[in-house]
């Protein structure tokens, strides 16, 4: 076993549980199901642990009857638990994994505990009562089902019906759903933690099919060039909510030392043994998994030599990377590190979730400096910011391209016209009108984007190239905070700021971004963000957060930007 890393998880856990019973213990009546049992098995985990230092404590005896009055109160007569989407028999997989993992570490002491054996009851009871509903209820998302079958192959091992086993081969037939280049339906960093690799684990090894473990490994090989060196992963490229978030890759930690041990990996525990320094995530869980898998908490393998690439947090990294199930790239050169995303999912009719929308095409970033979104919005009909249709890659260039059209409506031909003047109402893609447009002639008008990324030593070429309507763009620059800009003035919208001429730069502790060249300030061609009308119609925005800096000029010809990294000599 390594014993340094059973002794950080525990210490870790010891001071997370020590912190909820000081400070939020009271609120357990107001938890929903999956914190309080999440907060159960905590509870349940560091009390069973030799090396914690709540071993034995009898003292949480009254915390674990809160969590469990809290767990039978939101049962309700499904004997699933009632939440956000309802009696949802997915959300109430979450939770029961946790109780099926509780009951496990319970069962697997050498002898009953007092303060356990009344815990054992009430909690295999709800497994009794929600068995039937898990084996009958759906998911609505593609993960859902690979949580359920983790729960009923958990709950078969405490309580074997042959229904149980049935209904999760039912739902396996399917087929997981892993894309070509590794990465899920969803290609999400959240969802492949949080809840599609621990579950394909947890069925590999409570139900005996470990065939599910190749899908573990492919999903973890995939992210492997997408770790970032200030703990976070990239995520742009998701279709959840985590498009929009900076995801730390704390979560990542499980997957990749269970096979690294399990596969004698190197490149795997080059990845555990940096997601290692990161501050844990959930560590109590964590410290009960390694009580239940015997892979997880034994020493890792070797890590091989690193190649030298001095800005990667992994030594077994490649320089260029591609995920071509969704048009992402990644170039590493000469200290930087950019990536390229023309992966969008089609707006139709506008936004949606479990869509991937996030109209970042550009990220580059230079040591502690970081250029987190490059957008291009366009005054097009009102029809939202560039979003790439068509991706290439050439070598260490990427070609991103986009053609919108709108459309001007002609009168109603003779035979379509009706007397009482009321027409069917049709979406014609920009809004919704009750005027038959699919019945009417149309002129279109048109606007062709096309951008060149080109990866260089430490720094990125941006070409881009307008074909159609003329109109006015702004190529937005969001800069992550806590940096300087220099080269800029103050821009048309409070608190941001427009490049007019020359080159731009941002700074972070000697670190250095330099952008340009601007473009000469002009009233009509506005220096804003615009989300597009699906957004706006309901005073929403889906725009990034940071500092602000916009290159506002018109969609003639072509423009050319250049992104260049360096360190200031100290």
């Known amino acids: 076993m390594d014993t340094v890393f059973i002794e950080q998880v525990a210490g870790a856990a010891d001071r997370h549980v020590a912190e909820f019973l000081a400070t939020r213990d009271d609120d357990v009546p107001a938890l929903a199901h999956r914190p309080a049992m999440a907060m159960l098995l905590d509870l349940v985990t560091v009390y069973t642990a030799p090396g914690s230092g709540f071993h034995r404590q009898e003292h949480l005896r009254g915390a674990m009857d809160r969590c469990l009055d809290r767990l039978e109160a939101l049962q309700g007569p499904t004997g699933l638990f009632d939440g956000t989407n309802l009696c949802s028999p997915p959300d109430s997989a979450f939770t029961l994994n946790d109780v099926c993992l509780a009951l496990r570490l319970i069962r697997g002491l050498a002898a009953p505990d007092p303060v356990l054996d009344p815990v054992d009851r009430r909690l295999a009871a709800i497994v009794d009562r929600s068995a039937d509903a898990m084996v009958a209820g759906g998911v609505h998302t593609p993960n859902h089902r690979w949580e359920l079958c983790a729960a009923l192959a958990q709950m078969n091992m405490l309580q074997p019906r042959q229904d149980i086993l049935d209904r999760m081969e039912q739902w396996l037939a399917e087929g997981i759903d892993q894309l070509a280049d590794g990465m899920y339906s969803e290609r999400s960093p959240l969802y492949a933690t949080a809840v599609t690799n621990p579950s394909l684990l947890t069925i590999a090894d409570a139900a005996g099919r470990h065939e599910l473990l190749d899908h573990v490994r492919r999903n973890l090989t995939a992210f492997l060039p997408w770790f970032n060196t200030d703990g976070t992963v990239e995520s742009v490229f998701s279709r959840r909510q985590d498009q929009w978030m900076s995801f730390g890759a704390a979560p990542f930690l499980h997957g990749y030392r269970r096979l690294a041990v399990q596969d004698g990996r190197g490149d795997f525990a080059a990845a555990a043994t940096w997601l290692g320094t990161l501050p844990l995530h959930e560590p109590a869980k964590l410290l009960a998994l390694t009580r239940l898998d015997p892979w997880l908490g034994m020493a890792l393998p070797a890590v091989p030599p690193s190649d030298g690439a001095a800005s990667l947090p992994l030594p077994l990294v490649p320089a260029d990377a591609a995920l071509e199930s969704c048009g992402a790239y990644r170039f590493r050169r000469g200290g930087a590190v950019a990536t390229v995303f023309g992966g969008c999912d089609p707006l139709e009719p506008g936004v949606g979730s479990g869509l991937a929308t996030n109209p970042t095409f550009l990220r580059f970033r230079h040591g502690s400096a970081e250029l987190s979104h490059v957008r291009l919005s366009r005054s097009f009909f009102d029809l939202g910011p560039f979003r790439s ?17 709108a459309n001007f409506y002609q009168p109603l031909p003779a035979g379509k016209l009706r007397a009482d003047g009321i027409y069917p109402l049709e979406h014609e893609g920009r809004f919704s009108a009750g005027m038959e447009f699919s019945a009417r002639p149309k002129d279109v008008h048109r606007l062709a984007t096309q951008m060149t990324v080109e990866a260089g030593e430490g720094e990125i070429g941006l070409d881009i190239g307008f074909q159609g309507t003329r109109t ?11 940096g300087e800009l220099g080269g800029v003035q103050p821009g048309a919208v409070p608190g941001t700021f427009q490049l007019v001429s020359g080159t731009g730069t941002y700074s972070v502790d000697g670190d250095v971004i330099e952008f340009g060249p601007g473009l000469a300030a002009d009233a009509d061609a506005p220096a804003a963000y615009n989300p597009g009308e699906s957004y706006r119609y309901l005073a929403g925005t889906n725009a990034s957060a940071g500092l602000k800096v916009y290159i506002a000029g018109w969609t003639e010809g072509s423009q050319q930007f250049t992104f260049r990294g360096y360190t200031r000599p100290e």
């Open 389 to 405: 249709q068509h991706t290439v890659r050439h070598g260490s260039s990427v070609v991103l391209s986009e053609e919108l059209t």
């Open 472 to 482: 006015a763009f702004a190529l937005e620059l969001t800069f992550a905070p806590g």
